[in-house]
């Protein structure tokens, strides 16, 4: 009889678009944690790596799995697309380490720090500014406000702006989505036209533009903002804009998604709502539950340099390597009763800003300042919420994103 891990397509954006295929992450931890997935859609296939300690052991040796060589993606580029899109996620060191320097700064925790009361201030905004309207869709009005108002401010993109970003953004990473998407039946891109771009999707020469504005103000009327940064760092225009793509997306999507993940947990685990509510002083470790439990980038891509092993299987050079962190956040090795919602776990080392390494998430500080502080401001007022309508998911298996979650606010 066929194993059941011959009918498990992780390639396939329509299984992720219902729910998250837990179920079949779990089979492949217990039972293939490094499974060679065929891609029906006419790719070469790739190797999925599912089990907590392999994902970490792949990411913390980029000298034998690299991020520049194939880059980050799923898609088979050539080198010549490969490198003009190139950002410094889909580099190795030193480069990497060079292109991360220029920001870096600006996001270790005691430059995080500073942002406190702002983000505060913002939140409390956001939220009065929603709570009146009684129905309304929480991705919207909230989710996605907050955190982009936030990085509005560290970038130096003027306010007006940021929604414009925003509906970039959307366009640019839910490429694989029919409603976002520019070219091809469903979204995937048949066309090679736009390869060369940031996720192939025409919506990046949108943002070069943006940028590209935004760079020639700044040359004009320096501030300090990370855009100032970059122009003064001399960059090639490409590289300007590359940079530009990563941070103007990275600085709202998973923040905005782990926030409406949150809040749904939180309307779907009613227990564990109550406590927070009772004991707010969990909020920290609520905001690391959160994190585990959306696991908003479901996983990243490698490509082998050398022949080697992983876990008994033979990997040889050139093959595509996927660490699903979506499954390594419910590894049973690592998580007690990792399907359970547990807004006191504690430790709790996901990997939903990576698992260590060079590549570990820039923003990760930053992030889980607005989605606590995002909670604290929302718990502290004198109301609570349902779902006025089913939550819409973003049909992607790189994204764990909601589009759209209709609310309804009701007195506590």
């Keep these: 009889m066929p194993s059941a891990t011959e009918f498990i397509d992780l390639s396939d954006h329509d299984g992720f678009v219902e729910a998250v295929p837990h179920e079949a992450f779990a089979i492949l931890r217990r039972e293939d944690p490094v499974h060679w997935n065929p891609e029906r859609s006419g790719g070469r296939g790739f190797w999925a790596v599912t089990r907590y300690d392999d994902i970490r052991a792949v990411h913390r040796s980029p000298d034998v799995f690299s991020s520049e060589i194939g880059g980050t993606s799923l898609e088979d580029l050539e080198p010549e697309q490969i490198e003009a899109r190139k950002s410094m996620i889909d580099m190795d060191p030193p480069p990497h380490d060079e292109l ?7 996001f270790t925790p005691r430059a995080v720090l500073v942002w406190e009361e702002q983000v505060r201030t913002v939140a409390r905004e956001v939220i009065d500014a929603a709570l009146p309207q009684g129905e309304f869709d929480f991705v919207h009005e909230i989710a996605s406000e907050i955190p982009m108002q936030v990085f509005a401010e560290i970038l130096g ?23 976002f998407a520019a070219t091809g039946p469903g979204g995937d891109h048949d066309d090679d036209a736009h390869r060369h771009l940031p996720f192939s999707s025409p919506s990046a020469l949108e943002m070069f533009a943006f940028g590209r504005r935004l760079a020639d103000e700044r040359r004009e009327q320096p501030r300090d903002d990370i855009m100032t940064a970059l122009v003064d760092a001399g960059l090639t225009q490409r590289e300007l804009d590359v940079y530009f793509v990563l941070l103007a997306t990275a600085g709202n999507e998973t923040t905005r998604h782990t926030i409406s993940h949150g809040l749904l947990a939180l309307l779907e685990h009613p227990d564990e709502l109550a406590r927070l509510q009772a004991d707010p002083s969990h909020g920290k470790t609520a905001t690391e539950e959160m994190l585990r439990w959306a696991t908003p980038v479901h996983h990243f891509r490698r490509t082998a340099r050398v022949d080697t092993e992983l876990r008994g299987r033979e990997i040889r050079a050139g093959d595509k390597v996927t660490t699903w962190f979506v499954s390594g956040n419910r590894d049973a090795d690592v998580f007690a009763e990792p ?9 709790n080392p996901h990997m939903s800003f ?9 923003g990760a500080h930053l992030a889980k300042l607005e989605i606590r502080i995002t909670f604290e401001e929302l718990l502290a007022r004198e109301v609570t919420f349902e779902l006025a309508g089913r ?19 009701l007195p506590a």
């Design 339 to 347: 399907d359970r919602f547990d807004v006191t776990r504690t430790p």
């Design 100 to 106: 991360r320097a220029l920001v870096n700064r600006r």
């Design 391 to 409: 939550p819409e998911r973003l049909r992607s298996n790189f994204f764990n994103g909601i589009k759209r979650m209709p609310v309804r606010v």
């Design 157 to 179: 993109v003027p306010q007006s702006d940021r929604r414009e970003i925003i509906e970039i953004g959307d366009r640019l990473l839910g490429n694989a989505d029919p409603e």
């Design 354 to 362: 990576g698992p260590g390494g060079v590549h570990h998430c820039l």
